[in-house]
């Protein structure tokens, strides 16, 4: 009796350790030539080919939201009729220091039912 009540143990650990762990895949087809430099430079930074596109991926999302910010902090410069380059950082402070101002210049509405 013992022993089928250690198989049975045995049998609710193994169906709670067959829980999926595979990650969403994402297929892509390149020409030969595309692969072969991949692989190599993969190789040349001792990672895989997947974790390389990976980086890669993750870098230029970086650069995008980067380019993003800037020209976000461009508008908000324009509407404030300020003529700033973002790529100074002395102008990137005016900026904020000009956003801050026009904050602490309002004043801000009370939130009513907090109390």
């Given amino acids: 009796m013992i022993a089928c ?8 650990r193994m169906a709670k350790s067959k829980k999926n762990k595979d990650k969403a895949k994402l297929n892509l087809t390149v020409r030969d030539e595309q ?4 692989e190599q430079m993969a190789s040349l930074e001792k990672r895989s080919v997947s974790n390389l ?9 970086e650069r995008l939201v980067e380019q993003q910010g800037v020209a976000y902090a461009n508008t908000i ?8 380059d973002m790529d100074n950082p002395a102008d990137r402070e005016r900026l904020r220091r000009a956003v ?16």
């Fill in 53 to 61: 596109i990976e980086v890669m991926a993750d870098e230029r999302w």
């Fill in 35 to 38: 692969r072969n430099k991949l």
């Fill in 5 to 12: 009540e250690e198989r049975g143990v045995e049998k609710l």
């Fill in 100 to 115: 801050l101002d026009l904050v602490a210049g309002r004043k801000m509405p009370k939130q009513k039912g907090y109390g």
């Fill in 77 to 84: 410069a324009g509407a404030m009729n300020l003529k700033l």
